[in-house]
């Protein structure tokens, strides 16, 4: 995946992300209309598809809001890249399939703006208007056969057969 | 090497003997919860995994507390989905209408959670019921989904920090202040990914109530969980709930234990701790503060809406008048709590002193409904978030503390210690 950086501070919590006066939409375009209203209330707008968050350390702390990484996925972000996560908002996004990446390095050297590029399977991120790349451990293979499965409710379904057999 | 109580609750419930921190396990959980701003996409979500039924009637809870009585058609939507799923589903554990409250003060209060339980709720504050010795914590929807059809998830074995209290805590010091005092001392992140294990001597002398505030905020400091080990007071406590004599596994942490940290608080000076905007994080002593005048005081939420915390505010309010154009709001946690603080004449007091007596919800807490902030105005909250934008407008400002230092806010009308209103030693 490809696209530009759009840098975030430290401790970006799921009430910037999105606001709690919009949990009563589960429908993810609307959400990602609103996503980082707390920050920018034109954020959504300014987002090319395939952009990537480049933030500090724990992000998305807070709320338990599966809605955060929702509207960040359905805004057009293609991958978050942080320094740490909030733990939930950690599992919620390997549960819908929001890319995530914790990559102190790459967090300090990254500037806004900047053009990047990841690759999971080399776990590498290249900074393209810098001409660096920088290394990023990959998932612990558990929640790797929960990707490879496409996401938790597919691993469910897997689970549930395989306890009727 | 010994296990802590963390270690050994989710041992138990992996059909392990041993874990160590960093271990990946599949847990059996006693308790999977969920509230009407995390159903509605966990429903969907479950439909999908193809199960006929959920993994454990008994097991599965829902409350409405978020958006009931709902405040506009899209919250109604929201809350009809889940009353026909749990029809659909003939599910036992629904609470709704006058049957709700917030959810973490009700489900202790109706002794679902018991000690050495493992709890997982679609929402962050489920690490509220360390407090009785239990490893609960917070998960998202598609995960509750999941943990519905499977009774069981995925959980990494927490590093440990232990914090000890040791000291003598002054008047109208409560867990809310210790809490506050930590996330202010060890940050926001400073548990990232671990369990706070709460002890020493202050610990286990304070209420349950004031129990539950603490391990309620151990998420505000990034943690997995907060937890307690059932003493004396917790074993009471469960006595008057556990109406139906469930079993409850009574766990400690080995003294060879192994620990990621070990800290130590000397309470004995520690004055009333409020946090400003907009971190939980960003705490300050109310001896060392500037005048803060305000406009909304909140008392009530999953942290401090529980008996002691309105006795403590009537104490305070009681032959007191809110201050003038401030407006105080409070919300007991349950229904139980509401009918025990009018037969106390608790809510009398509030309302002589121009308070508003609210349902037994969320209410503003999270920007829901029932006292949004406008653009620049002021709350001092019983809360346990102060977000941009967290209870309203983008520019509105929260503050958080105990419920003795929000009553005696809405008197003088601006962020105020006790002392200014009570007089030392009154009672």
Known sequence: MKGKAWKLGDNIDTDVIIPGKYLNISDPKELGKHCMEGIDKEFSQKIAPGDILVAGENFGCGSSR??????????????????????????????????????????????????????????KISDIRKGEEYDFLPFPSFLEEIIQDGGLINYTRKKLKERVH | MGMTITE???????????????????????????????????????????????????????????????????????????????????????????????????????????????????????????????????????????????????????????????GRLGEWI???????????????????YKAIEFGGEVIHQLSIDSRFAMCNMAIEAGAKNGIIEADEITLEYVEKVNLQNK???????????????????????????????????????????????????????????????????????????????????????????YQKAIAEGILDIFLEAGGTICPPRCGPCFGGSM?????????????????????GHIKSEVYLSSPAVAAASAVLGRLAHPEEVVSKGAK
């Open chain 2, 247 to 337: 079993e409850v596994q009574i766990l400690e942490s080995d003294v060879d234990a192994s620990y990621s940290a070990i800290l130590e608080f000397d309470c004995t000076l520690i004055a009333p701790q409020v946090a400003f905007p907009h971190s939980p994080g960003n705490v300050k002593s109310i001896n060392e503060i500037e005048t803060i005048t305000i406009d909304q005081v909140v008392i009530g939420s999953c942290t401090n809406g529980r008996m002691e915390d309105l006795r403590i505010a009537a104490r305070i309010l009681k032959g007191k008048k809110v201050s003038n154009n401030l407006r105080l709001l409070i919300f007991p946690a349950t229904p139980h709590i």
């Open chain 1, 66 to 123: 599966e809605h955060a990484p929702i509207a960040i996925q359905a805004a057009g972000i293609s991958c978050v890249i942080a320094k740490t996560f909030a733990r939930i908002f950690y599992r919620n996004s390997i549960n819908i399939s929001l890319p995530i990446i914790e990559c102190p390095k790459a967090v300090e050297k990254i500037e806004e703006k900047d053009l990047l590029e990841v690759d999971f399977g080399r776990g």
């Open chain 2, 371 to 391: 006292g949004l902030l406008a653009e620049g105005e002021r709350c001092v909250s019983t809360t346990n978030r102060n977000f941009v934008g967290r209870m």
């Open chain 2, 174 to 192: 409560t867990g809310k202040d210790l809490i506050l005092y930590t996330i202010g001392k060890i940050g926001v992140d400073g548990a990232l």
């Open chain 2, 8 to 166: 050994k609750i989710i041992a138990r419930h992996a059909g392990t003997k041993i874990v160590k921190p960093g271990d990946l396990v599949m847990a059996r959980v006693d308790i999977a919860l969920g509230n009407d701003v995390t159903l509605p996409i966990a429903l969907d979500e479950f439909e999908k995994t193809g199960a006929k039924e959920v993994f454990d009637k008994e097991r599965v809870v829902f409350v409405l507390d978020h958006f009931t009585p709902s405040n506009n058609v899209q919250t109604a939507q929201q809350c009809l989905k889940i009353r026909r799923f749990a029809e659909k589903y003939g599910l036992i554990h629904v609470y709704d209408g006058g049957r709700a409250g917030i959810e973490h003060v009700l489900l202790p209060e109706m002794g679902m959670v018991l000690p050495g339980y493992l709890v997982i709720g679609a929402d962050s504050h489920t690490c509220t019921y360390g407090a009785l010795g239990a490893f609960s914590t917070g998960i998202g929807s598609t995960e509750l989904a999941s943990a519905m059809a499977l009774g069981e998830i995925w959980l990494k074995v927490p590093e440990t920090i232990k914090i000890e209290y040791h």
